[in-house]
């Protein structure tokens, strides 16, 4: 099956500075979702992406979909302490209309130091 | 929008014993999933159902689970005769439409002793 490759596995970073992380595949996907997950709690979608070299921002969160539709990044200017927490590039599988079953990266876990 | 509930929040479980979770979604959401997360990994898709039809289940879905969702609204997801191997947080998640975007609910966490 398709699997999704994150980068860096973790991230220790100063408050304020700019953060840039980034999902890879062997394979081609139609859409890159980016999610973030808080301890105890379930992921919540920061950004979607549905075509090919389109650049998304949602606040300081800006995420691509790369070109050869095989990668995506995300970046997170100015971070501040509440973006702690772990982030999760997911995909639906392109071999047939797979909807919402997702396929998910394992994560960058980021720490911000106050 | 109250948001998909799971309960229970926690589970502790002894090997063997069977488990039982409730999800209740986004009250108009038609899809219902759910997901699969060992701890340092991302979610892994399980089973889904388009009201009361369950329209796809995962390999990772052996025999000794079983999910239903009976009037198109809760579902609960069962696990008979539970192994230390199942030992993970069971996250549920709707979407209006299969094309809409997946809100998850706060998970179930479950540890089988």
């Known amino acids: 099956g398709q699997q999704l490759n994150q980068s860096p596995q973790s991230m220790f970073i100063q408050e304020g500075e700019d953060v840039s992380m980034n999902c890879t595949s062997s394979?081609?996907?139609?859409?890159w979702l980016w999610y973030k997950q808080d301890p105890g709690e379930g992921p919540v979608l920061l950004i979607a992406l549905y075509k090919a070299g389109e650049l998304t921002s949602n606040g300081r969160l800006t995420a691509q979909f790369g070109i050869t539709r095989k990668d995506s990044f995300l970046n997170i200017s100015a971070s501040i302490p509440s973006d702690v927490g772990i982030y999760f590039c997911?995909?639906?599988?392109?071999?047939?209309?797979?909807?919402?079953?997702?396929?998910f990266g394992g994560g960058t876990r980021l720490m911000v130091k106050p | 929008d109250t948001g998909v509930s799971q309960d229970p929040r926690h589970k502790i479980t002894k090997r063997g014993q069977n488990v039982t979770f409730r999800c209740d979604p986004i009250s108009e959401h038609n899809r219902l999933y759910w997901y699969r997360q060992t701890l340092g990994q991302g979610p892994e898709f399980l089973t889904y159902f388009q009201n009361e039809a369950q329209l796809e289940k995962s390999r990772l879905l052996s025999d000794r689970f079983s999910a239903e969702r009976p009037k198109g609204s809760f579902s609960t997801l069962e696990i008979q005769r539970t192994e230390q191997g199942d030992s993970a947080m069971y996250l549920c998640?709707?979407?209006?439409?299969?094309?809409?975007?997946?809100?998850f609910g706060n998970g179930t966490r479950l540890t089988v002793t």
């Open positions: 998640a709707s979407s209006l439409t299969g094309a809409s975007p997946l809100h």
């Open positions: 394979s081609i996907f139609n859409t």
């Open positions: 997911a995909g639906p599988p392109t071999s047939y209309n797979a909807g919402n079953m997702l396929t």
